[in-house]
């Protein structure tokens, strides 16, 4: 059974850090572009970061430039979203897919089923 399960969200306060889990099963993660997205309420779904399977690089939305890294553990099958410097802004819900928000890559539509992220004081 294919599947993408995301852990690690919870409540920070400003400034706070959180690192998110992607873990899959039922297929190798490393084949594929790996991706965060986030949706906040009332907003519509947006990339936040990704790994591109064509060329290993990661690719960050201007927003959490410098504030957020991606990474994934091949040996694991697992993707992490390591979050610093936390903001209220960031609060909503993160998703990992096989996705990626710039052309290119090996892709398919899976995707976990979300982890709340709230920061707030």
């Known amino acids: 059974q294919v599947q993408l399960v995301e852990s690690g969200g919870g409540l920070v306060q400003p400034g706070g850090s959180l690192r998110l889990s992607c873990a899959a099963s039922?297929?190798?993660?490393?084949?594929?572009?790996i991706g965060w997205f986030r949706q906040a309420p009332g907003k519509g779904r947006e990339g936040v970061s990704c790994i591109s399977s064509s060329d290993g690089r990661a690719y960050y939305v201007d927003s959490v430039q410098g504030r957020f890294t991606i990474t994934r553990d091949n040996a694991k099958n697992t993707a992490y979203l390591q979050m610093n410097n936390l903001k209220p802004d960031d609060t909503a819900v993160y998703y990992c897919?096989?996705?990626?928000?710039?052309?290119?890559?090996?892709?398919?539509?899976?995707w976990g089923q979300g982890t709340q992220v709230t920061v707030s004081s």
């Open positions: 039922g297929f190798t993660l490393g084949y594929y572009n």
């Open positions: 897919a096989t996705r990626c928000f710039v052309p290119g890559g090996y892709e398919s539509d899976y």
